[in-house]
């Protein structure tokens, strides 16, 4: 079997339906699905019996939390590749999965582009074209995006101490080992982050993402970070309206800024030898 596609849920039934719809009606079937229910008393239970003949395992009962519950989809998975699909997030349309896996691929991790929705904003995320360590110092990759070689989870699972960022964390740890990953050039799924885990824990943000950053050597920690600041830097940089204007008159008129930047020049030049005269 090449897939397996994990969806965990707890107490958001509309969402799950929503999984559900996109899931069922994918072209390409080569695929398990297991649903991880936390025990949720909304009607999700009833609802994931309803279509209880489309999953390969489902269980509905209480957890440890977020990574907890896919451990144990991870634990119950057969198929060559997994996929976290969670409540309230579909595949962008019902030929993703036949577009991604009709083509030979035999990479460590396969992940593509996503649509981010947030508050009812749209956003349309680009992931990196290759993934490296200076990314994931500052980025994340969106886990609905992503199809990973199951034996690399099997191995230890996530980080179940981790509330927020153990996912982030197994990236930075599985590409400083040398993972392989393929990028594919259009949007996978729609993500709802309306609310997501992160929105509810904020202030612990900081701190799990620099656990996740320890899965680093602390000297390649030293180098990323002073990437990331510089970046970070640059980027505020290009946000200032005094350097766009800079840009615009540079590019509006190029010839006037030359005239101007030679009779620095000059004036420097003079400057120079009125300094080595003593005059």
Known sequence: MKLSIITINYNNKAGLQKTIDSVICQTWRDFEWIVIDGGSTDGSKELIEQYQQHFAYWCSEPDKGVYNAM?????????????????????YNEKILQNIFDQPLDLDI??????????QQTEYIHAPKEVTLDFLYGGNICHQAMFIKSEMLKKEGYDESFKIYADWAQWIKMFYDGATAHHLSF??????????ISNRLSPELSVELER???????????????????????????????????????NERPLY???????IIVVK????ILKALNL
Not at 257 to 263: A, M, Q, S, V
Request: with cysteine.
């Open 71 to 91: 451990n144990k989809g991870i634990a119950k998975a057969k198929g060559e590749y997994l996929n976290f699909m969670n409540s309230g997030d579909v595949f």
């Open 187 to 196: 949007p996978v799924c729609i993500f709802d982050a309306t609310d997501g």
């Open 212 to 250: 996740a950053r320890q899965q680093l050597p602390l000297h390649i920690r030293g180098i990323l970070e002073r990437s990331y600041q510089y970046k970070k830097r640059l980027s505020a940089l290009e946000s200032s309206a005094l350097v766009q204007d800079t840009f615009s008159l540079i």
């Open 257 to 263: 800024c030359k005239l101007i930047h030679l009779n």
């Open 269 to 272: 030049g003079i400057r120079k």
């Open 110 to 119: 396969i992940y593509g582009d996503w649509i981010r929705i947030k508050y």
